[in-house]
Each structure stands twice: as structure tokens, then as C-alpha cells.
């Protein structure tokens, strides 16, 4: 049987055919729909989990005590998985263990464009990239035979564009997994003292070079020949473009990316006239290439070193080095202009509780030490009020780093807030609050607390009071929490309100020691939050546009007829939410009761 299916959800098969029997993940874009998918295999347990860092813990938890398990997550929530991953590294599994990393070349939905290629090499583990759905799902179930045959954690790398495109994909039968017989008590191999650490080490580097031998002759790095006179060296969704690119070309494709197998490409470099490496972003198979003393004719001297590749961009950028074969009709196309465009940025959705609490921010001229989540948006024109943002977690420890150096007069003037979503706090930004109290510092914390992890999709945390399978469960009490790490002053606020929202970020600046404020509604497209729209009285606007500071796109202007510009509602978008009125002077923006008599 076929289905056309998505990378994410081909990868979800694999896992699931390939008897995987435990799923974790912290979501991302790219990479949410994998654990959202699996979760509709009954045979498989899956959980969101608090951070990367418990996901992947509680996946190596699984794959030690002998289950085949898998752990997703973007390509920055590595960084946070980090720390296990490189130990996991020297303690391998018991059964498999993949870690799947979403990257996103272009930061179509992130804060930078690194490539975790590197990952693989500096945790010395087997790398594997999928060109397509299909080979999403059969690249998951073969990362988990290497896994098991080489006792190591594998790291399977997609992209945004392998993620979210759709192809047809084979299904197979799920593979039952064996019983768990019993924890295995082998401190030497799973307790990382400096003793036994040591020891491993020599099996990771035995390890390796065992690995290295196996990628020169595995099916998943293969050479196919073509036109002779020009070979390329490509992996992933870069494959797949240069292949469209250039049809008649010779490629090593390399399903297995790290480590390289060295004996299957100098077997190429013999074979080709001219070799020429396609990759998105760093030239991580360019350098080894020519460290290795193989000679490379075109890398990044021709390919950009940032964003997202597409095939009229590598038969234009190869093109331009005289190289034959290639797609005419791709490389007539000339490279897009989009000076001229109109600009179309992300905005905060009508009626979200996050605009009431930027709009009051701006006002009050608030240095806002920002996080990751929808409110991220509160940096963009005309709320313009996040001046910081570099990863999560950070608002806090940077908003307290700031209040440290302050002077007492720059500090009574420009005290810095930090902003920080729910579900964020909950990921990492405790531990920065914690030391906060601890060190006395000044910071001023606001949590927007809108139950749910609503920038990638609206999925449950540990607030939300449900599992990822639906399932009740006690809802984390964010006072408390608070209370439990000593903070002196806890303030909650309706953030619709905006005198009462003003009125408590001024009572927190003005005092002394941390604050914590906590703006309490629910996310209104999760909760399927939906009011009356409000209406314009087009005879009592007087085109100000005061309203408009809250960048709300259900607020427009028209022409009325005597050729004043004025404020429009769009019935079908507004939610009710009554912020706009609070800006407007003139009382023209009506409650639904008021119009309806």
C-alpha cells in the first residue's frame, strides 16, 4: 500500500513499523508534526516532554533499558540536548536510539541557521539524510539497525523543505518488539565516572572506525554515474535539487553523511573530470573533501554559504562555472527580485491577550528583555516593543544580567522587563528566575500564560493540564512555583485591561527586589476563544489612528464618502477582545451591547 505522506509523517511510519516502542520530543518547527503523528500509533508511547534535554534523556532512558526509541526536535533544540548527547554518545543504548534534528536553512521559523551536521561529528555519531518521504521513513528504520549494530546513538538530519514536502511513500508492517527482560547493571558501561569514562572512549573511537568502513559500503551512500565530465557530491533536499539541476551529471549521493566514506569518494573523484560539492549551508562535506586531499573544482566559491537552496538556484550558480548538462530552462530563470514586494510580516492573531501587554510596553517606553513564542512578535512595528531576543530561557537571565550593571539613577529610569511565554518558562526560563531570587537581583518578570505552546501549533505543557495523548493531569500552578523559589512580589493581571496592565508593570517597577507579574487568558485559537466583534462609528472616528498601534489585522481604513480616511472593523476576523476601544479618545469604536441596544 501507498500514501502520500510528508517527511515528518513518513518518519512516524518508519518508527512505527520499525517497532519503535517509545517517543519524545519538545516541539519546533520543523518538527512537531513527527510526535503529533506517531501519537496516533497505539503502539507507541509518545510524550511532549518539558525541554529537548528531558526528551532526549527520557528517549536514552528507554533505548538502555532495551526498547527501540526515537526523540525530535528542531535544530536548536539541540543545543539544549547537548549536554546528554554527548555523553549518550559514550554510553550507547541497549536498543535503538535515533535523534531526529529538523534544521531550517532560510529561518523560515527560527533564530539562526546553523547546521547541525556539525553535531554528528562533534558527538561522533552516525549521521544519516533523507532526499525524500520515502527515504524519511527507510532512513528512520535503518538508523535504528546501525544504532543497534554499532551500540551508538544515530542522528537522523531533515530539513524544512524534506519536513513539509509531501511524496508518495511504500508502507510496510510493523516490526513487534521484544519484551524488556530486565535493567542491565553494568555501571562500567552506563555510569559516566572518569574511570569508566575512559574506557568508553576507546569504544567510541574503535566505534568509529568501524562505522567509517561500514558507510563505504552501505547502500545508503551510492555512486551514480552519468555525463563523466561532471560529478556531484550532494545529500539531502540539496540532492534532489542539484539532481533536477543538472539530470545527466554523476552524483555521489550520500545517504550516510558523517562519517564520510573516503574510499567511495576518492572511487568517484577517478571516475568524474571535474567534482563539484552542493550543500546548504556550511561546506562540511568541502572541507573534509579537500582536507582529505581530494580535489574539489567548485564548492561554496560558486553556492551561497546562507539560506535555502532551490534548483534554479544550483543550475544558475553552477552554471556560471561553464559546467555542461544542465536544465536550461532552470537556469534562464533569473534569480527572483523581491525588493518590490509588499511586505507581509507574521502578526500577533485578532484578539491574542499577548497584544494588550506590548501595546502597554511601548507606551510606557520599557527596555523588554523578550523569549521565544508568538509574543516574539511584539519586536515587530508598530508594537515595537521586544529589544532583545536570543533564545529560551534567556529573557530572564539576561533582563537580571542587565539590572546588575545598572547604576541607581540609569536603573530608577530604564529597569528592564523581561517577557516570557508559559510554556517557555516552563522549558528553561526556572532555573534563570531561581537564580534571580537567589542572587537578589531587580528583575522584573512578566509570564504570558496562555495555557499552550501556541507558536508551533498549540500543543499541551505542563500547564495545560493534559498529556499529548489526552490524558488529565495536574496543571502546574505558576504562583506557586514562584512562591517555591522565594519571589518577594507576585502580581496577577488581565492583560485585555490595559489601565489594570499599566497599572501593574508600574507597582512591579516600583518594587524593589524581583517582581513577577502574570498576565492569565487563554489562547484564543486553541481555547476557540470568539466574542462579538466590535464596529466602528464612522461618524465619531476621526482617522487618528490610535487603534492601529495595536496591530490588530482586523482594523483597516476606507474612504467615506465626503473623502476622510477612517478605521474599519472586519467583521469576519474581529474577536472581541475590546483593546482597540481602550486606544481610542473618541469613543467611536462600539461594544456589541451598545450597538445592539
Not at 25 to 51: F, H, K, M, Q, R
Not at 58 to 86: E, F, W, Y
Not at 306 to 312: Q, S
Request: glycine share 8%; net charge negative.
Amino acid at each position: 500500500m501507498r500514501e502520500i505522506l510528508s517527511g515528518n509523517e513518513a518518519i512516524a511510519r518508519g518508527a512505527w513499523e520499525a517497532g519503535v516502542r517509545f517517543a519524545s520530543a519538545y516541539p519546533g518547527t520543523p518538527s512537531t508534526e513527527i510526535l503529533e503523528t506517531i501519537a496516533d500509533y497505539a503502539d507507541v508511547y509518545s510524550e511532549w516532554c518539558t525541554n529537548e534535554k528531558v526528551a532526549l534523556e527520557t528517549a536514552l532512558g528507554a533505548a538502555v533499558a532495551g526498547a527501540r526509541a526515537i526523540c525530535s526536535m528542531k535544530h536548536v533544540g539541540v543545543n539544549v540536548a547537548a549536554d546528554p548527547l554527548m555523553t549518550a554518545s559514550y554510553v550507547g543504548i541497549k536498543g535503538g536510539l535515533v535523534l531526529i534534528s529538523a534544521d531550517d536553512p532560510a529561518m523560515h521559523s527560527s533564530q539562526n541557521e546553523q547546521d547541525n551536521r556539525n553535531y554528528a561529528k562533534f558527538s561522533k555519531i552516525p549521521l544519516l539524510e533523507p532526499s525524500d518521504s520515502q527515504e524519511c521513513k527507510n532512513f528512520l528504520m535503518q538508523a535504528l539497525d546501525i544504532s543497534e549494530e554499532f551500540d551508538t546513538p544515530v542522528m537522523l538530519r531533515t530539513t524544512t523543505r524534506i519536513s513539509h514536502s509531501k511524496s508518495i511513500v511504500e508502507l510496510g508492517e510493523r516490526r513487534e518488539p521484544g519484551n524488556i527482560t530486565g535493567l542491565e547493571k553494568t555501571a562500567s558501561k552506563y555510569t559516566m565516572l572518569p574511570g569508566f569514562a575512559r574506557a568508553r572512549h576507546v569504544a567510541v573511537e574503535k566505534r568509529f572506525t568501524a562505522l567509517q568502513v561500514y558507510s563505504n559500503h552501505t547502500p545508503l551512500n551510492r555512486i551514480e554515474m552519468g555525463d563523466p565530465r561532471v560529478g556531484i557530491v550532494a545529500s539531502g533536499a540539496a540532492y534532489a535539487y542539484a539532481r533536477e539541476a543538472y539530470p545527466q551529471a554523476s552524483f555521489l549521493k550520500l545517504g550516510m553523511s558523517y562519517p564520510l566514506p573516503d574510499a567511495l569518494i576518492a572511487e568517484f573523484r577517478g571516475k568524474v573530470e571535474k567534482l563539484y560539492v552542493v550543500e546548504e549551508l556550511d561546506p562540511f562535506f568541502e572541507e573534509h573533501l579537500r582536507a582529505t586531499g581530494v580535489k574539489v573544482d567548485g564548492g561554496k566559491n560558486l553556492l551561497p554559504l546562507l539560506g535555502e537552496f532551490d534548483p534554479g538556484l544550483v543550475a544558475r550558480s553552477l552554471a556560471c562555472d561553464g559546467l555542461p548538462g544542465v536544465n536550461e530552462e532552470l537556469a534562464a530563470v533569473p534569480t527572483p527580485d523581491r525588493t518590490d514586494l509588499p511586505l507581509r510580516p507574521p502578526t500577533l492573531c485578532p484578539g491574542c491577550s499577548h497584544r494588550g501587554v506590548f501595546t502597554v510596553l511601548n507606551r510606557m517606553k520599557i527596555f523588554v528583555s523578550g523569549d521565544i513564542g508568538c509574543y516574539t512578535l511584539g519586536a515587530l512595528p508598530p508594537l515595537a516593543s521586544m529589544h532583545s531576543c536570543v533564545c529560551m530561557g534567556a529573557g530572564i537571565g539576561m533582563a537580571h544580567g542587565m539590572a546588575k550593571v545598572q547604576d541607581a539613577e540609569t536603573k530608577t529610569k530604564d529597569r528592564p522587563v523581561a517577557v516570557i511565554g508559559d510554556s517557555t518558562f516552563l522549558h528553561s526560563g526556572m532555573t534563570p528566575l531561581l537564580n534571580t531570587v537567589w542572587n537578589r537581583g531587580e528583575t522584573v518578570t512578566l509570564i504570558l500564560d496562555n495555557r499552550t505552546t501556541a507558536m508551533t501549533g498549540g500543543q499541551d505543557n505542563p500547564g495545560s493540564g493534559k498529556t499529548l495523548s489526552g490524558a488529565l493531569t495536574p496543571a502546574v500552578d505558576l504562583v506557586k512555583i514562584c512562591e517555591a523559589f522565594g519571589v518577594p512580589t507576585i502580581i496577577k493581571m488581565d492583560p485585555y485591561n490595559l489601565a489594570q496592565v499599566e497599572k501593574s508593570i508600574g507597582e512591579a517597577l516600583a518594587t524593589p527586589g524581583p517582581v513577577v507579574i502574570i498576565a492569565q487568558a487563554p489562547c484564543v485559537l486553541e481555547y476557540k476563544v470568539k466574542h462579538e466583534p466590535w464596529v466602528i462609528d464612522a461618524e465619531e472616528c476621526t482617522g487618528c489612528r490610535r487603534c492601529l498601534r495595536v496591530a490588530c489585522i482586523a482594523l483597516g481604513l476606507v474612504n467615506r464618502e465626503d473623502g476622510k480616511t477612517v478605521v474599519q472593523i472586519d467583521q469576519t476576523q474581529c474577536n472581541g477582545c475590546g483593546v482597540c476601544a481602550q486606544m481610542c479618545k473618541f469613543e467611536a469604536i462600539k461594544a456589541p451591547a451598545a450597538v445592539n441596544g
